[in-house]
């Protein structure tokens, strides 16, 4: 069974118009320092096996000046135990952008099949920025953590605006000089730059969710030295980065829709209506409910908007949205119900990742902008239109230092991509397979879930031609579209909803 611990979260986010790149771009500085660096590994940790090395890699942080400050990028390795076999070096990311990859080489290393582990080194890192590699930090109190709520009027509005300046501020003074290099296109370069310095020719790579803009910015600034890639779960490139927050909105609404027929269609399970306009009147009426007085879920208080914002996700996966909904029922009917699972966020990952998207691309400056754009997608959006265009603290950011990068290539590629995906909608993998012209796609037709090899719902039609293509380099003759049954859960996986 494939099991990797995948981040594969999406940071809220925007683009501007993005310029071209031209490949190989790092080929004409003077580089030479860092790719013939001699790597020293060791092991990672008493606690961890002994086939689990790490070692440091040393990077510019401006790729324009290579001979200025310099970065520390934490990497890993674990060795292919059948030297003859091996094929070279496969790389991963986790997503994010934010997520630290040091340990899924040890984690692939237990869940990918034979004939994969056998054709490659595995390699890992932390992006620049993100846990052991030259960390940031804001130095923000636990309160500053937490994203503003939705924007439901002009106090709310204000208050978030002053949130989101204050967490720029404090991000720019604790890390000064930095920001603007801390984007993509610069994560990509120094990927190329541990791929030289493991002594390879060509990198394979896979990535989920932002881990499939890293993938695909690599195709486009390095395409001779891309191998076998494989992405999952794919971001619209077009919409990097704040319209692949605000698609979450549009997208919502079909799959609002498709969960409240399945669930209609299994009242006598969940009891929230017999048909779907009785189950969408039974959430809403929970929502109204939590607006009038607070709903307590696992010790806290949900109002509406609470509640709207954990059931969002949860609607694409029909089995877990019934569930969830249905002990929201329960909370409001004034049972005692636990809280969601949920992982705790650190200042370092809200740092870096403010960091990526901020810095990849230009946002709007004027908080106007996000006001009139809250108020708009409010009113088209009524189920999570008022979270999605708010102001974020990109408005105050420093500018990065370049602009965004276009993907535009033929460079032979693999993308997989679940139907019903709450964080990377089908109709921006669409793009992405539009903008990589050498890749072939397969959509898993009614798949569930936030990654389609490593996620809570196990589609050997997705995986089986996967872990092919990544042991022989044959990609599918065509795109590539199989069905499955919606609902059904991963063995063992753990449940989203309560």
């Not at 999406?10 to 080929?27: K, V």
């Not at 923000?140 to 989101?164: C, H, I, M, Y």
């Not at 919502?252 to 669930?263: D, I, L, M, Q």
């Not at 088209?380 to 602009?403: H, K, M, N, Q």
């Amino acid at each position: 069974m494939l099991a990797l611990g995948l981040t594969a979260t999406l940071a809220p986010s925007l683009a501007a118009g993005p310029a071209a790149a031209a490949p190989d771009d790092a080929g004409a500085r003077d580089l030479t320092r860092y790719t013939q660096q001699k790597l020293t590994w060791k092991r990672c940790a008493a606690d961890k096996p002994a086939k689990f090395q790490c070692a440091t890699l040393t990077v510019p942080l401006d790729y324009s000046a290579p001979k200025g400050k310099t970065l520390k990028v934490a990497v890993s390795r674990v060795k292919t135990s059948k030297p003859g076999k091996r094929h070279g070096v496969l790389t991963f990311n986790p997503g994010g952008p934010g997520g630290p990859g040091l340990d899924l080489p040890l984690e692939a290393s237990e869940g990918l099949p034979k004939a994969v582990l056998e054709k490659y080194d595995l390699i890992g890192f932390d992006p620049r920025g993100v846990g052991k590699s030259s960390p940031l930090t804001c130095g923000l109190t636990g309160a500053e953590q937490r994203f503003p709520r939705a924007t439901r009027s002009r106090a709310e509005f204000d208050r978030n605006v002053k949130w989101a300046r204050t967490v720029a501020d404090k991000c720019r003074t604790k890390n000064r000089g930095v920001l603007p290099y801390i984007n993509t296109r610069n994560t990509a370069r120094d990927m190329d730059v541990l791929r030289a310095a493991v002594g390879e020719k060509k990198l394979s790579y896979y990535g989920v969710s932002y881990g499939t803009a890293l993938g695909a910015v690599y195709t486009q600034l390095f395409p001779k030295r891309a191998d076998r890639v494989l992405i999952d779960s794919a971001v619209d490139p077009e919409r990097m980065w704040r319209g692949m927050f605000r698609i979450w909105a549009e997208e919502v609404g079909p799959a609002f829709e498709r969960w409240s027929k399945w669930t209609a269609e299994r009242d006598a399970t969940y009891h929230l209506g017999t048909s779907p306009a009785k189950v969408q009147r039974t959430f809403w009426k929970i929502v109204e409910r939590a607006d009038r007085e607070p709903i307590v879920v696992g010790g806290e208080k949900l109002d509406g908007a609470d509640v709207r914002n954990i059931a969002r996700p949860e609607f694409f996966s029909v089995r877990g949205g019934a569930e969830l909904v249905r002990e929201l029922k329960r909370a409001a009917g004034g049972a005692t119900v636990p809280a969601p699972p949920q992982e705790p966020v650190t200042d370092n990952e809200l740092a870096s990742q403010f960091a990526v998207v901020c810095a990849d691309a230009a946002w709007p400056r004027d908080p106007e902008t996000y006001y009139r754009d809250t108020v708009r997608d409010t009113a088209r959006y009524p189920l999570y239109g008022d979270f999605t265009s708010g102001i974020v603290p990109c408005a105050f950011w420093p500018r990065g230092a370049e602009p965004a990068t276009e993907v535009d290539n033929d460079v032979p590629l693999l993308l997989v991509q679940n139907e019903w995906d709450s964080q990377t909608p089908l109709v921006g993998a669409r793009n992405m397979h539009r903008a990589l012209k050498g890749s072939r796609m397969i959509t898993v037709d009614e798949g569930e879930g936030h990654g389609v090899l490593f996620g809570d719902h196990r589609y050997p039609c997705a995986e089986n031609p996967s872990m092919r293509y990544l042991a022989t380099g044959k990609l599918p003759a065509k795109d590539v579209t199989c069905h499955v049954t919606p609902g059904q859960r991963r063995a063992g996986a753990t449940p989203n909803a309560f």
